[in-house]
Nanobody, 113 residues
Framework: VQLQASGGGLVQPGGSLRLSCAAS????????LGWFRQAPGKQRELVAV???????KYGDSVKGRFTISRDGAKNTVYLQMNSLKPDDTALYYC????????WGRGTQVTVSS
């Protein structure tokens, strides 16, 4: 399984971005698929994950601002990020958990005026 992320970039505070992560190879429809992030000097933290196509979990710092969605037919997960703050600046990693863990290469999100 390979995870290909896209959609990062530079945005002003209060702006929006949409990240996409496509999983290639065989991945179960019940797998966990989502996003973590890591800012310089900080630990990697949960942003949002989907459990199959049934439920989702969000990190406390993004609740109410970020929305995760999943297209099972495309094995793709999306992260809509609204009301972005400078504290959201980080390298965002796509993550999958099926029979084992998989990590994608990070995509940089920078929130700055």
């Amino acid at each position: 399984v390979q995870l290909q992320a896209s959609g990062g970039g530079l945005v002003q505070p209060g702006g929006s971005l949409r990240l996409s992560c496509a999983a290639s190879g065989t991945i179960s429809s019940t797998s966990t698929l989502g996003w973590f992030r890591q800012a310089p000097g900080k630990q990697r933290e949960l942003v949002a994950v989907t459990y199959g196509e049934i439920s989702a979990k969000y990190g406390d710092s993004v609740k109410g601002r970020f929305t995760i969605s999943r297209d099972g037919a495309k094995n793709t997960v999306y992260l809509q990020m609204n009301s972005l703050k400078p504290d959201d600046t980080a390298l965002y990693y796509c993550y999958a958990l099926d029979e084992r863990q998989y990590w994608g290469r990070g995509t940089q999100v920078t929130v700055s005026s």
